[in-house]
């Protein structure tokens, strides 16, 4: 018979976010494969850059574009990828819109469904951050991009499990950062997109607190995917079927 390590023990168990504290989320976070996977590549990057380094400058520049515009590719792909309503209407991508953000809309507070799939975030960061850091800074350029998309990952995934966590914030502006996250999972998903700050919500207009918007959306669960939806594109339905099976 094969023994699991502790790791796979853990996560062979359903854990819920609400029930967790700090500590429980620290040790949870730095068992999990995504994150060992992205900073073992991390220090790949690292060494490789040692052997095939760029200048300082476009260095320094490819560091500093991708770590502020991470937060815009985020907010772009989860609105206009992640809560949009043509994903589960194509066979081929009704399995990963429901892997990646339906179920997690669907049991926020899980945790073993909160991180991102690996086999969407790696060709994704290669897109937006070692693309951009080659054509800034050549081989060199496009590691340092790389190792720079991969911490900002590991950052959102953390503090994107701190705000489904049963903890209390005492700091004002972690407190606000989570209440308008909650609004987002519990009361309107159309809006508050942003993880670690909200600055382009407030830009694009789609910032609200629960006061402003006093009815709450009948989609905040399940994205649109409604019953009259599943008969139409069964395709989700068929994998939570299979799942329950």
Not at 38 to 56: D, G, I, K, Q
Not at 85 to 91: A, L, S
Not at 118 to 128: A, I, Y
Request: aromatic share 14%; with cysteine.
């Amino acid at each position: 018979m094969t023994r699991m390590s502790g790791s796979e023990r853990f996560w062979n168990r359903t854990h819920h976010l609400g029930k967790m504290d700090l500590r429980d989320l620290v040790d949870a976070y730095f068992s999990h494969h995504a994150v060992l996977i992205y900073l073992a590549l991390t220090l790949l990057s690292a060494a490789a850059f040692v052997r095939w380094p760029a200048p300082p400058v476009p260095t320094l520049a490819t560091i500093l574009l991708i770590a502020l515009a991470y937060p815009l590719i985020w907010y772009g792909l989860h609105r206009w990828v992640l809560h949009s309503r043509w994903m589960f209407k194509v066979p081929a991508l009704a399995g990963l819109w429901k892997r990646i953000h339906y179920d997690h809309h669907m049991e926020p507070d899980r945790l073993e469904i909160l991180f991102g799939a690996l086999h969407t975030t790696l060709p994704t960061l290669l897109f937006v951050a070692a693309l951009p850091g080659w054509l800034i800074g050549g081989t060199g350029g496009a590691l340092a991009g790389f190792a720079t998309g991969l911490l900002c990952t590991c950052f959102y995934e953390f503090a994107h499990c701190v705000q489904h966590l049963g903890w209390k914030p005492r700091q004002r502006w972690l407190a606000t950062l989570k209440r308008r996250h909650m609004e987002h999972h519990y009361h309107d998903e159309d809006g508050n997109f942003g993880i670690t700050n909200f600055a382009w919500d407030r830009l694009f207009g789609t910032l609200y607190t629960r006061a402003e918007r006093p009815s709450k959306s009948a989609t905040v669960f399940n994205l649109g995917y409604t019953e009259e939806m599943a008969r139409a594109y069964p395709w989700v339905k068929m994998r939570e079927t299979a799942n329950r099976s």
